[in-house]
């Protein structure tokens, strides 16, 4: 048997039978920030890293594929419909990189999937607010991402190789917001993360496609928010999140006139 049909088809198996959780979004506090008429705009930055369990086929053993780390970078724009619901939508890069160090084993498939490029990444949401008093809230956070990655050149990899993978990613976050002194607040809870998407892969010739499909996953989140500034207000939300298939760091600087 040929080594890059071999790779393709263990590659393959990767993608559509394994437990796949490539990302999170950055998700800021579970409750409408914005009040009616108000814009507000945001940059984000978002770190995550986890392993991934690759099944085995056609003489590839089954492997973790340990170090999927993620980038992503938004510019996030935002409305408040009234003083209880705020949309939102972003535009950014996203980017993959699978540490090939921590994937020595030639035949981890994590060892020819290496760097990709920053590509294209869109996503929409909103807040709602279903409670509120003067130091607690209680509301929803529910987001949509969509991203395209390329080209996954890792050292190994078979002449040719290359991975281009379509992802949609949601989240749906429940939790409290406490403001628990002058200009700090913090805020959590549990969430729902669910991947779908497909990837197309080519290498000597060889090329397919094939559907990504994830069950949900649970996690929690907590994260913090400083007033940096009263007017405009300005806001830094530093937070973290985590399932059992990774975690996820982020920052966000939000700007409300």
């Not at 991947?195 to 989140?221: H, L, T, V």
Request: aromatic content about 10%; overall charge negative.
């Amino acid at each position: 048997m040929r080594k890059t049909p071999l790779i393709m088809a263990a590659t393959m198996l990767l993608l559509s039978c394994s437990n796949l959780a490539l990302g999170f979004d950055p998700m800021g506090p579970p409750k409408a920030m914005l009040s009616q008429g108000q814009p507000g705009w945001r940059i984000e930055y978002l770190y995550s890293t986890m392993n991934v369990e690759a099944g085995g086929a056609f003489g590839v053993p089954a492997a973790t594929i340990k170090d999927v780390k993620m980038n992503k970078i938004y510019a996030n724009v935002g409305y408040g419909l009234n003083d209880r619901w705020e949309v939102f939508a972003r535009l950014g890069v996203t980017n993959t990189d699978i540490d090939q160090g921590a994937n020595a084993n030639p035949l981890n498939l994590g060892s020819f999937m290496g760097n990709s490029d920053f590509d294209l990444s869109i996503g929409a949401g909103t807040r709602v607010t279903f409670f509120e008093s003067d130091d607690v809230s209680l509301g929803l956070l529910a987001q949509i991402s969509f991203a395209e990655i390329d080209s996954f050149d890792g050292n190994n990899a078979p002449p040719n190789f290359s991975t281009r993978l379509r992802i949609t990613e949601i989240q749906i976050a429940l939790g409290p917001t406490w403001n628990c002194a002058e200009g700090l607040s913090i805020y959590g809870g549990p969430f729902l993360h669910l991947i779908d998407g497909n990837a197309e892969m080519a290498a000597g010739g060889f090329q397919a496609s094939i559907g990504i499909e994830q069950d949900a996953i649970f996690g929690g989140y907590i994260g913090a928010g400083i007033r940096l500034f009263e007017s405009p207000n300005i806001t830094c939300n530093i937070e973290f999140q985590g399932t059992g298939a990774g975690y996820a760091a982020a920052i966000q600087l939000a700007i409300a006139y």
